[in-house]
């Protein structure tokens, strides 16, 4: 194949469009995150204790929320559900940055490294790093445990990060950001969740939002730039990591730690309506996004399908 050169790239185009330039999108981020970047060791109040009758995450986003189980439980054993809940999710959050900025490290090993598109991601890494550690400071600030994934899926997120093509990275971590922080535009603003956990989610959905710019152009490029085999192999990789980021959403942990049981829990959760809609509603804007750029085509579709993150 052709190498794709600075100017070509001005000729390109998808079904959403001309592509842009690499460095003026990254400019323009670079802009942003000067002027809305955040130091969440000053930003969060760290010293706060928890306010009573609050809630870690909003209700409607629990696992449990609106099954039988949720049903029979107290509103002490559902705060603490979501107590427990919000330490995992801040737990998946911690794994898939750290994936992540080893693919971003990688993406730009091999370019000019004077340019805005490799200061951006290192820009973006930075922003990780403070990611990580604030969402390490809120499950410690909670009092919940830490939830890693399954050894199962820590072990194949080694292989996959590794053999990764370069879209194949880029459709990662889009999964990895989009539905979180979906999830998090509903808790910034609710009154009724903690207010130190409105803080943490704040933070994370304004610098997100350039992270996630940044991918989808990229992933845009590479979807019309990569060779037929690396586009071929992104949509069966992102499929299986749309399944695999599925089943990690909730650790059955939590449930045992409330004192329910795992194994029930769990099943409650796979056959109740409203999950599977808040999970569907989550990934609908990424999901809307992969399908107009050809990466939901094939087998990729049938396994986005299985993971219930696709209707």
């Not at 909003?58 to 039988?68: A, Q, R």
């Not at 992540?100 to 951006?120: E, F, G, W």
Request: proline share 5%.
């Amino acid at each position: 194949m052709t190498p794709v050169t600075a100017s070509d790239v001005q000729l390109l185009r998808d079904v959403l469009g001309p592509l842009r330039d690499r460095e003026q999108i990254a400019e323009r981020l670079l802009e942003a995150s000067a002027k809305h970047s955040f130091d969440p060791d000053k930003e969060i109040d760290w010293d706060a204790a928890a306010e009573d009758g609050k809630w870690f995450w909003p209700p409607e986003l629990i696992s449990l929320y609106d099954t039988p189980l949720w049903r029979k439980m107290s509103q002490e054993q559902r705060q603490d559900l979501a107590r427990h809940e919000a330490a995992s999710l801040a737990s998946l959050g911690i794994w898939f940055e750290i994936i992540l900025m080893q693919l971003l490290v990688r993406h730009i090993y091999d370019k000019p490294v004077t340019s805005n598109h490799v200061r951006y991601a290192l820009t973006e890494i930075a922003d990780e790093c403070r990611h990580s550690m604030m969402f390490g400071r809120m499950i410690t600030w909670g009092g919940a445990p830490c939830y890693p994934v399954p050894r199962r899926y820590h072990n194949l997120a080694r292989v996959m990060k590794t053999v990764s093509t370069t879209p194949g990275s880029f459709a990662a971590t889009l999964l990895g950001e989009e539905i979180l922080d979906w999830m998090q535009r509903l808790t910034f603003p609710d009154e009724r969740v903690q207010t130190l956990v409105r803080g943490v989610t704040r933070i994370h959905v304004v610098e997100e939002a350039r992270h996630v710019r940044y991918a989808r152009e990229e992933l845009r490029r590479q979807m019309v730039t990569a060779p037929r085999w690396e586009r071929e192999l992104t949509r069966v990789s992102c499929g299986e990591a749309a399944r695999v980021f599925s089943v990690c959403f909730v650790n059955p942990q939590v449930y045992g730690a409330v004192g329910l049981d795992p194994q029930e829990a769990v099943a409650q959760v796979r056959a109740s309506g409203h999950r599977a809609e808040v999970m569907q509603s989550g990934a609908k804007r990424l999901t809307d996004f992969f399908d107009d750029i050809g990466v939901l085509n094939g087998v990729g579709r049938r396994l986005w399908k299985s993971s219930g993150l696709l209707a």
